[in-house]
């Protein structure tokens, strides 16, 4: 079978990387990927929007199975494009994907099903928005209705800060349209992770936990990222924390698609924040995380190929995955700069070095090969993915791995893993 994988970050690496090792595989394409997915598949000329010509393509090449990375196809609707051009994709469908879409939309189906989640109001008047803050004092949680790229949401620590929050986005629309409309939640405070579950619609199937580090700088310091660097298993998500969520998080969700009758069948990623045995659902997201799937997957022993179509097809209830139970540390080499303005077009050395050692594994992201030279291209560059038999051996080894690697500017955190080491 022919797959075809659509993003070009770290997390469409790791995808494409993990299908590609499965027997039943024979082509993987790649819309648009980078110069590590150009090494092991075949880039597709269509762009990431153009959904007809993508499923096109499918067609005429065979493609008997499409993975999406990124929300931002699966809000579009790429899903019922190829649905309707009878081709099978993992991912929701544009219904499902409103999950992550809009916030509103989240937390409304959180409340229709009783899914635990911060309290929160909807506004789209500012001097009633700034009425509330005053009234509600700090902290507060400020967030955008639609998708911005991961910056539209603004943790606030005085009332002042959330008033700013909420004039730059319901007066000065620094968010455009994805800040007409925005949230107002209470402060959530304990330990975040990330539980990721398959679903098919009529089962679900928790992935194995992870723990994403946001902020750019260590110890959770400075402007939030895309994510630098994440670690699997999550300690945090004990053996009961996990009870609670499947049947408080999971099962809830499972309940609710299926009421409302969405058809999603794909990944829904659940961010989580956690105190004690209570846990509460900061957001939805409607695929693979990045960089936490460059952490689950090298522990996922089952193939993935096959856990897609089951989940493509509805056959997910007799799925049962099989993982290593080895910890993996995921580090991410950022360009200078990010998440604010970075270098671009810098060597980078070290790669083959890096990759010899055992089970390293280095997943593209910001990546590309000019004159057979390779260069950064973006803000989070490369996702350094190592296992241990501990987390403290697979940390030491992920910036074993990292320090071989060289390129100008080059940013990463020294603390990933820290906490679940500790
Ligand atoms: P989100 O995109 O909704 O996950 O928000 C991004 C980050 O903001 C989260 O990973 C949390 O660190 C933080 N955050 C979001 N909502 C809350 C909340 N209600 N209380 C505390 N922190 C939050
Ligand atoms: N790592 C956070 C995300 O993928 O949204």
Redesign the pocket.
């Known amino acids: 079978m022919n797959v075809m994988v659509i993003g070009g970050g770290g997390r469409e690496h790791a995808l494409a990387w993990k299908l590609k090792q499965s027997p039943r595989v024979e082509r993987v394409y790649c819309v648009p990927g980078n110069a590590g997915m150009r090494k092991i598949c075949e880039v597709v000329p269509v762009g990431m929007q153009d959904f007809k010509g993508l499923a096109a393509f499918a067609k005429a090449h065979e493609v008997g199975l499409t993975v999406v990375g990124p929300e931002e196809p699966l809000c579009g609707g790429i899903v019922n494009v190829f649905q309707n051009a009878g081709l099978r994709i993992f991912g929701p469908s544009s219904a499902g994907a409103q999950l992550e879409g809009s916030k509103v939309f989240a937390k409304r189906f959180m409340e229709r099903y009783g899914i635990p989640t911060?309290r929160f109001e909807v506004f789209e008047d500012v001097e009633k928005a700034v009425e509330y803050v005053r009234k509600q004092g700090a902290p507060l949680?400020v967030?955008a209705d639609g998708l911005a790229g991961?910056k539209g949401?603004s943790?606030c620590e005085s009332v002042g800060e959330a008033e700013e929050a909420v004039r730059a986005m319901l007066e000065r629309q620094v968010f455009g349209a994805a800040g007409r409309r925005i949230l107002i939640?209470?402060?959530?405070?304990g330990e975040?992770a990330s539980v990721l579950a398959l679903t098919d619609g009529k089962a679900i199937v928790a992935l194995e936990p992870a723990q994403d580090h946001?902020r750019v700088y260590d110890n959770d310091q400075g402007p939030?990222t895309g994510g630098m660097g994440a670690y699997s298993p999550a300690p945090v998500v004990t053996p009961r924390v996990m009870r609670v969520i499947e049947e408080k998080v999971l099962q809830r969700f499972l309940l609710g698609i299926q009421r409302e009758k969405i058809d999603y069948r794909g990944v829904i990623y659940a961010?989580l924040?956690i105190k004690g045995e209570e846990v509460r659902v900061?957001?939805f997201n409607v695929r693979f995380g990045d960089p936490e799937a460059q952490a689950i997957l090298p522990r996922l022993r089952s193939d993935l190929s096959e856990v897609c179509m089951a989940t493509v097809e509805g056959r997910l209830s007799g799925v049962k995955l099989v993982w290593d139970a080895r910890p993996a540390v995921c580090v991410v080499m950022a360009s200078g700069g990010y998440p604010g303005a970075y270098h671009k077009h810098l060597p980078i050395t070290g790669l083959e070095e890096a990759e010899r050692m055992a089970d390293v594994v280095v997943f593209h992201a910001g990546t590309e090969e000019v004159k057979g030279a390779l260069v950064t291209n973006g803000g989070r560059v490369l996702g350094v993915t190592a296992l241990g038999r501990t987390m403290a051996e697979a940390v030491e080894r992920a910036y074993e791995a990292v320090e071989r690697i060289h390129f100008e500017h080059a940013h990463f955190r020294w603390d990933i893993g820290a906490k679940a080491v500790r």
């Open positions: 911060a949680v967030k991961g949401v943790v939640e209470e402060y959530l405070d975040e946001k939030n961010g924040m900061l957001e």
